[in-house]
């Protein structure tokens, strides 16, 4: 079975600093998929960005980017400039792309990132 | 336009009680899902339908019954609550089984159950 592990509660950055949220996931699976998504007090879930397991280069959507290291099953999440706004639970999320699948979306424990100004 | 809806956004009952939340997406997606949230706020999934078709039933107490009355509907009736039922219920939909999109979360309802 595949599991989702972010390994940090709680991290805190500076406003307009960069912070990087950790994830790693463990599959025997060769074909995935993985998010980020945002969970702010409003408690509604937005996705951030999203990787295809096939693709080598990393995503990148505005401030956000992120390192996808297939090898060592690690998806980190790069928050740059961050904004007050960013403040918020971050969950990471692995969902698999095989023939036949669910379309289960499996999460992490999440993080909780403060922004301080 | 809201794509994917749920009713009620809080809930506050009794043990005992029965009670639903309700489910709507307008986005015409076939996949539709029910995670439930818990005080930690780990996230874990309880049903999905593909085309009205359960196609996940996770370990969760038979006292849960979702309904699918067509693809863009996705009900979630509880029966007999219990203090441990306390928690937010989100309901997702997804293109299908195997898109790289990921879901579009509704906003969840808070389930209270003293």
């Known amino acids: 079975a595949q599991t989702v592990t972010q390994s940090q509660p709680e991290m805190s950055v500076q406003e307009a600093e960069t912070v990087t949220l950790s994830c790693t996931y463990d599959?025997?699976?060769?074909?995935?998929?993985l998010f980020w998504y945002k969970q702010p007090p409003s408690r509604q879930m937005i996705l951030v960005i999203r990787?295809?397991?096939?693709?080598?280069q990393n995503a990148t959507e505005n401030r956000f980017s992120v390192n996808f290291q297939k090898a060592a099953k690690s998806f980190s999440l790069k928050i740059s400039d961050s904004q007050l706004g960013d403040a918020a639970m971050y969950f990471c999320?692995?969902?698999?792309?095989?023939?036949?699948?669910?379309?289960?979306?499996?999460f992490g424990q999440g993080t909780t990132l403060q922004v301080k100004p | 336009d809201t794509a994917v809806s749920q009713t009620p956004k809080y809930l506050v009952t009794q043990m005992g009680n029965d009670k639903s939340i309700k489910c709507e997406q307008n986005?015409?997606?076939?996949?539709m899902y029910w995670y439930k949230q818990d005080s930690k706020k780990f996230l874990k999934i309880m049903f999905s339908?593909?085309?009205?078709?359960?196609?996940i039933n996770e370990t969760v107490p038979n006292r849960f019954s979702p309904k699918s009355p067509d693809k863009a509907h996705l009900n979630l009736h509880i029966n007999s609550l219990e203090l441990g039922d306390s928690a937010v219920y989100f309901c997702?939909?997804?293109?299908?089984?195997?898109?790289?999109?990921?879901?579009?979360f509704g906003s969840g309802t808070r389930l209270t159950v003293v």
């Open positions: 997702a939909s997804s293109q299908d089984v195997g898109g790289w999109e990921g879901y579009t």
């Open positions: 599959t025997s699976e060769s074909d995935y998929y």
């Open positions: 990787q295809e397991a096939y693709k080598q």
């Open positions: 986005l015409g997606h076939d996949t």
């Open positions: 999320a692995y969902r698999s792309a095989i023939s036949g699948n669910t379309g289960k979306l499996i």
């Open positions: 339908y593909n085309n009205k078709e359960l196609i």
